[in-house]
């Protein structure tokens, strides 16, 4: 099991900068792939970045590309996500993702992207205003 805890959310205005972390405890060696999500009232969860966790490879949505870093750190078993230059359509909910995956001979690693991921933070709240 995985458990996830994020951090750093607030309201900022256009332009502003914010700094989200996640804390992960648990089986962390199981951990694959992370990734921020987001949702915002009334639109459906969308992913914001995400990082291939034994390379350091990133890839992020085309909205934030820019302006969003994904970055960790293994000794402090932390994710986090630097936002730049903040719009208002950046405002929602943010929370942080885990896909578990371990080598069995068998099934082929998986690509990390914005699906199968199995444990999730509760949530940080970001707002942007204009």
């Known amino acids: 099991q995985v458990t996830l805890r994020e951090s750093g959310g607030g309201s900022v205005q256009t332009g502003g900068s914010l700094r989200l972390s996640c804390e992960v405890s648990?089986?962390?060696?199981?951990?694959?792939?992370m990734a921020w999500f987001r949702q915002a009232p009334g639109k459906m969860r969308e992913g914001v970045g995400s990082i291939y966790v034994a390379g350091g490879t990133t890839r992020y949505a085309d909205s934030v590309k820019g302006r969003f870093t994904i970055s960790q750190d293994s000794l402090e078993n932390r994710l986090y996500l630097q936002m730049n230059s903040l719009k208002p359509d950046d405002t929602g909910t943010y929370s942080c993702?885990?896909?578990?995956?371990?080598?069995?001979?068998?099934?082929?690693?998986?690509?990390?992207?914005?699906?199968?991921?199995?444990?999730w933070g509760q949530g940080t709240q970001v707002t942007v205003s204009s």
């Open positions: 993702a885990a896909l578990r995956w371990e080598p069995d001979g068998v099934s082929h690693p998986p690509r990390c992207g914005f699906t199968g991921y199995s444990s």
């Open positions: 648990g089986y962390i060696q199981s951990v694959y792939c």
